[in-house]
């Protein structure tokens, strides 16, 4: 494969068309984020109270929706699952983000410091701790515990730190933020759902939106430059990622912590067809792109079905 130039690197094509030119990507993005950033500690009111008869996250999105032990449970339970469903996914949103974050500084180690490319990635870092922050807060407001990830797949995350390849932590890094953040484009309008916790989606929403692109870029150029045997490990390391993701989605714990059988609702949450339908939904848009630009072929596709979040 030639080597690629930045003066050049526009006429690299994938199934999507052409690449985009890197630094005017940034720099776009750095405009966008100078024009729609938040801080949360002063946009949201964290001395509001939880309100009376309110969700923490729309209930057609709980695992538990839709099942025979959902219809035996009351009101009240209802809503306690969704205010602990939403600590776990926050618990889940900050120990990824924490990877990201670490994933990026690596990925920028190497590479001009006065690039537009490099001061978007420290911005975005700097929109991640925020966003870490924001997700503790809501936690503790809302009175639930946190839920961190089995110890397997947090000892898991290390290595993955360690030895991911360039194109395989932009992979990782679309996984973990375009199935929240359809579920959190579903939550900010919705009324029925606790005001800050409507918040909070939004602000996530409104900035992600400059992370995701930036991701997809560069994991698309990547998949265009890499040499294959790199492309070939990203597609298993994706695929395995995949199968983490929809484990750690939802800690049974929460279960649990709101008075239900751990083992039966495990077992109604897996074969649950609305949860299946959710979660599937929730990944097209990302499986999609995958498939168009080559990293669903063989294993990594057995392996994404398997997870769940392919059909």
Known sequence: MTTVTARDATVLRDALGPLR???????????????????????LDWDAAVEEGKWFWPPELLSLYDTPMWDRMSEEQRLDLSRHEA???????IWFEII???LLVRHIYDKPVTSNHVRYALTEIAD??????????????GGAPTYP???????LARVLKT????????????LGEEILDWMQRLTFPDERVQTLVRGVT?????????????????????????????RELTKVSCGEAARVFSVCFVNPQVYENVGLDRREAVAQVKASGHRAEVMQS????????????????GVGRRLWRSSGLLA
Not at 163 to 174: C, D, E, I, N, Y
Request: charged fraction near 30%.
């Open 149 to 155: 990830v089995p110890r397997v797949y947090h000892n």
């Open 163 to 174: 030895v991911s390849t360039t194109p395989g932590s932009f992979a990782a890094t679309l």
């Open 100 to 102: 990201l974050m670490q």
């Open 202 to 230: 939004r602000i996530h929403v409104i900035e992600e939106a400059r992370h995701v692109r930036y991701a997809r870029e560069e994991l698309r150029r990547q998949m265009v430059t890499a040499p294959r045997w790199e």
């Open 21 to 43: 030119d890197r630094e005017q990507i940034a720099l776009r993005l750095l405009e966008s984020s100078a024009k729609h950033s938040f801080d949360p500690d002063t946009e």
């Open 128 to 141: 991640e701790c925020r966003h870490s922050m924001m997700f503790g807060r809501m936690i503790d407001w």
């Open 282 to 297: 929730g990944a097209k848009r990302l499986t999609d792109f995958f498939d168009d630009i080559g990293l669903l072929n």
């Open 87 to 93: 600590a776990a996914l926050a618990s889940l949103g």
